[in-house]
């Protein structure tokens, strides 16, 4: 089982450049979300998804898209990249939805860096 | 008042020591409370979640108080491996029906030898 799987692991864009964060993960979750962290700040929601086909926008989505077209695959697209993007981006999936249990599986995050 | 409020630390503790960690949260319908631990540069992991009547695992005890909207992390006997920060986190149900985790910006912990 390798949980949830983020690539790439870092990665320098240039302003205006555009990039696709990938994950997959293999443990059958119907919730899948992406946040973002930057330095000394809580984690933010990007972006969410119930189940494949659905998705919804969380607390900061501006500047990103999201696709799901499988249970496994949420990947977060990066249109005309700007500095205030460079943070560490986690994936995450979670079962049933039911977030009270509280558990979201983490991916091992991607850092990116708009320079 | 922010969502999920933590002093940010550091807290650094030698060995053995017992400290405390706050939380105040400011939705007082949050349905569910947790706290997450995060290594430096790993992602979060789910340490403990945190009931109403407080609850223990093993050197760590969580407690909550809903009328005061405050959350607390009680670490016994601190060892190094301990060193981490610990993020708060707050379950909230959405309008779409669906759950919410808020998280709060964490509190760094290190434990000196």
């Known amino acids: 089982n390798a949980g949830v799987t983020q690539t790439p692991k870092f990665r320098i864009l240039k302003i205006g450049q555009s990039m696709t964060l990938q994950c997959t993960q293999d443990?059958?979750?119907?919730?899948m979300y992406w946040y973002r962290q930057d330095p000394g700040m809580g984690l933010k929601l990007i972006y969410y998804s119930v189940g494949a086909g659905i998705t919804d926008k969380g607390e900061v989505p501006n500047g990103y898209n999201v696709s799901r077209s499988t249970t496994e695959d949420f990947p977060l697209r990066l249109e005309l990249a700007a500095p205030s993007q460079t943070s560490v981006y986690f994936c995450?999936?979670?079962?049933?939805?039911?977030?009270?249990?509280?558990?979201?599986?983490f991916g091992e995050g991607s850092r990116l860096t708009v320079l | 008042r922010k969502e999920v409020e933590q002093d940010p630390g550091p807290f650094n503790v030698p060995e053995g020591a017992t400290v405390a960690f706050n939380c105040t949260y400011s939705n007082s319908a949050s349905q569910s409370f947790f706290w997450y631990r995060q290594d430096c540069r790993k992602e979060p992991k789910l340490l403990m979640s945190v009931y109403s009547s407080g609850n223990e695992d093993g050197r760590f005890t969580a407690q909550l108080n809903r009328a005061s909207q405050y959350i607390s992390l009680l670490i016994r006997d601190s060892k190094l491996s301990d060193s981490a920060t610990y993020l708060c986190?707050?379950?909230?149900?959405?309008?779409?029906?669906?759950?919410?985790?808020?998280f709060g910006k964490g509190t760094k912990l290190s434990v000196i030898p």
């Open positions: 995450a999936s979670s079962y049933e939805g039911r977030t009270n249990t509280g558990e979201l599986f």
């Open positions: 443990m059958n979750h119907n919730y």
């Open positions: 986190v707050v379950n909230n149900r959405s309008g779409a029906g669906s759950y919410q985790l808020t």
